[in-house]
Every structure is written in C-alpha cells, then in structure tokens.
C-alpha cells in the first residue's frame, strides 16, 4: 500500500462521528424501523427516509408488495455496505388467504382467473397446512421483482409475457391456522427470507382442490428486529431526523449486536483500518465463520467494521472485510 498524506497511526475520518449525543452514531450509522403501510412501494418508503433525513445513502433490506403493510427495516449511511448482515433473518407474517379463488398475481389485487366452491373441511385444511411446514419448494410467482436476462418479471407480466421459473427451496418454520370464517383463513407464518407468502396461500389453496389468493399480510418480525419500535411510514415527514432516528432507529451496536464482538487494542485496530488482518486471541469466537460474520470494535469503542476469523498457527487473525470509513487508516502495512 503507498504512504500518502495521513498517518497510519490516526483514523482519517473524524468528519464521519455524529456531533455529541446525536442518535445513529457516525453520520447517521443506523439501522431505521419503519411500519409501511399499505399502498406504497418498499421504494417509495426509501424516498420518504431520503427526503426526512436528507440522507442520499438509504436501502431498505427487504421488499414488502404495495398491499402488504409492516416492518421495513431501513439502512442508513455507512449501514448500507453491511446490508447482507440483516437480510437473511427469519420473517414472521400475520395475513389472510381467501379460498376459492385463483388470481394472475396470487393476491386479490390481481385479475380473477377462476372461482370454485370452497368445498373443503377444516381437518383437511389443517392437514393440508402441516404439509407446506418444513423444506419445500416453491415457483416465483411472475408478479415478483425476480430478474430474468436483465428485466424484473413483473414488468415481463405487465407485458403479458410469462416465462418458465424454477421452483427455489425456502423453509416454512411453521404455519398457524389461527381462525377461519369460511371462505377466509387467517394465518401466521414464519418462514425463510425469498419465500413468496402469496405462492403458499396459492399452493394451499391447489393442495385442497379449490385455489386460493391472498387477502391481506402484515410482516410482523424480520429476526432479531419486530415492531415495537418502528416508525409508521407515513408520519416521517414532519418529524425531524434527530427525532427519527431517536424513535425509530437502531445504532450500529444495538443492530450488530446479534453477532459475536472481538475487541481489538490500538495496534490491532490500526492494522484493521489499514485492511490487514491483526493477530487475535478469539477466545470462544467462531473460526471461520464466514466474511461478515463477526464484529470488530476498535480500541475507541467504535465499530471498526465487520470481518472473520482464521486460524493461523495456535492463534487466529481477525480479517476484515468490511472497514467502516471512519475507522479507515491510510499508510503502510
């Protein structure tokens, strides 16, 4: 690495730090929980975070349909570089599924493609549901933001075009028939981030003989994060982003905190920002656990960024793979 103009034994970045006792710490580093409701888009959530904050630097981590309402978490800032780390966390739905009833999109937003007689019994219903719990497989609906050579399917949909799709392995945790009022059933679910919630009332629904569409869903959990902080998404804007952030948001620390955290002195942490993997002592951490799958927090406290340990001789080194730009050193390793 070439020596420029700043030291390697100073971070370069004290313009990242938030001013004193601002919330979301370095430039807004923060995790957002929003509440959205039905009727926007996931994106058009993003703008409204974007406009609030007058921060360029957003993402949500995980699609909601426009007539799906509930958790959508928010990454703000720096956040968005680590996004993979939140986005593969189980999901919790509440929704209801209308049987009889077969859509081009799987929900009744879309155009009735037939009607039946919803002639089955409750057991059989149950006794459908418990097979769907487990590994399955499912086909992506075309409604969906899937790419195929470079187009989402559901603008191919909008085109009238439909394409062959693979069925995916996702995993159902568990389905709960909670209550039925025939021919509506409400229902939990928890399942496996990619599982398309509309496809398994549609499969439920060909499994009893009679086809089904989904009603309503609400995402209650994306694990470890639920509700009970969110912000609803349409009260953003007179808010002010102190305010916002204060309610709804979750620092770096508090959303990193559901993985394990190696604290490294002064001489490891400068190594860390210079990208070079500094010699550890894990202790019980894990070894080899994959790029993103262990915290760093340098000698200030601060996170420093995210990386793995590997093995090395009777020891381990901590390599990072994501170095936040405030802990960012420039000189020679």
Same mark, same amino acid.
């Given at each position: 690495?070439?020596?420029?103009?700043?030291?390697?034994?100073?971070?370069?970045?004290?313009?990242?730090?938030?001013?004193?006792?601002?919330?979301?710490?370095?430039?807004?580093?923060?995790?957002?929980?929003?509440?959205?409701?039905?009727?926007?888009?996931?994106?058009?959530?993003?703008?409204?975070?974007?406009?609030?904050?007058?921060?360029?630097?957003?993402?949500?981590?995980?699609?909601?349909?426009?007539?799906?309402?509930?958790?959508?978490?928010?990454?703000?800032?720096?956040?968005?570089?680590?996004?993979?780390?939140?986005?593969?966390?189980?999901?919790?739905?509440?929704?209801?599924?209308?049987?009889?009833?077969?859509?081009?999109?799987?929900?009744?937003?879309?155009?009735?493609?037939?009607?039946?007689?919803?002639?089955?019994?409750?057991?059989?219903?149950?006794?459908?549901?418990?097979?769907?719990? *487990? !590994?399955?497989?499912?086909?992506?609906?075309? %409604?969906?933001? #899937?790419? $195929?050579? /470079?187009?989402? =399917?559901? +603008?191919?949909?909008?085109?009238?075009?439909?394409?062959?799709?693979?069925?995916?392995?996702?995993?159902?945790?568990?389905?709960?028939?909670?209550?039925?009022?025939?021919?509506?059933?409400?229902?939990?679910?928890?399942?496996?981030?990619?599982?398309?919630?509309?496809?398994?009332?549609?499969?439920?629904?060909?499994?009893?003989?009679?086809?089904?569409?989904?009603?309503?869903?609400?995402?209650?959990?994306?694990?470890?994060?639920?509700?009970?902080?969110?912000?609803? *998404? !349409?009260?953003?804007?007179?808010?002010?982003? %102190?305010?916002? #952030?204060? $309610?709804? /948001?979750?620092? =770096?620390? +508090?959303?990193?905190?559901?993985?394990?955290?190696?604290?490294?002195?002064?001489?490891?942490?400068?190594?860390?920002?210079?990208?070079?993997?500094?010699?550890?002592?894990?202790?019980?951490?894990?070894?080899?656990?994959?790029?993103?799958?262990?915290?760093?927090?340098?000698?200030?406290?601060?996170?420093?960024?995210?990386?793995?340990?590997?093995?090395?001789?009777?020891?381990?080194?901590?390599?990072?793979?994501?170095?936040?730009?405030?802990?960012?050193?420039?000189?020679?390793?």
């Amino acid at each position: 690495m070439n020596v420029k103009a700043l030291s390697a034994t100073a971070p370069r970045a004290d313009r990242y730090r938030s001013e004193p006792g601002q919330p979301g710490g370095p430039l807004g580093a923060a995790l957002l929980a929003l509440d959205k409701p039905v009727g926007i888009t996931s994106h058009d959530l993003v703008l409204r975070v974007r406009r609030a904050l007058k921060l360029r630097a957003v993402g949500h981590l995980g699609t909601l349909d426009p007539g799906a309402s509930g958790l959508v978490l928010c990454a703000l800032g720096p956040c968005t570089r680590a996004a993979q780390v939140w986005q593969g966390g189980e999901k919790t739905y509440q929704g209801t599924l209308e049987l009889g009833v077969v859509t081009d999109t799987q929900d009744m937003s879309g155009r009735v493609l037939s009607r039946h007689p919803a002639q089955v019994t409750e057991s059989a219903l149950r006794a459908a549901a418990a097979r769907f719990v *487990g !590994d399955i497989q499912q086909v992506p609906p075309m %409604v969906s933001a #899937l790419r $195929r050579e /470079g187009r989402r =399917l559901y +603008e191919l949909a909008r085109a009238g075009i439909e394409v062959e799709r693979a069925p995916r392995p996702v995993l159902v945790h568990a389905l709960e028939l909670e209550h039925i009022e025939w021919p509506r059933v409400h229902f939990t679910v928890r399942c496996s981030t990619g599982t398309y919630v509309r496809t398994l009332a549609h499969d439920l629904g060909g499994a009893v003989g009679c086809g089904a569409a989904l009603v309503s869903l609400r995402r209650l959990r994306s694990e470890p994060f639920g509700l009970e902080r969110a912000l609803p *998404g !349409d009260r953003l804007e007179p808010m002010t982003a %102190v305010d916002v #952030l204060a $309610r709804g /948001g979750y620092t =770096l620390p +508090e959303a990193l905190a559901h993985l394990p955290t190696l604290d490294l002195d002064a001489a490891q942490s400068v190594e860390v920002g210079l990208g070079a993997a500094a010699r550890v002592e894990p202790g019980a951490l894990p070894l080899s656990s994959g790029p993103l799958s262990v915290v760093l927090r340098g000698s200030d406290g601060w996170v420093a960024g995210l990386g793995e340990l590997v093995p090395d001789g009777e020891g381990a080194r901590a390599r990072p793979h994501l170095v936040f730009p405030w802990a960012v050193r420039e000189g020679r390793t």
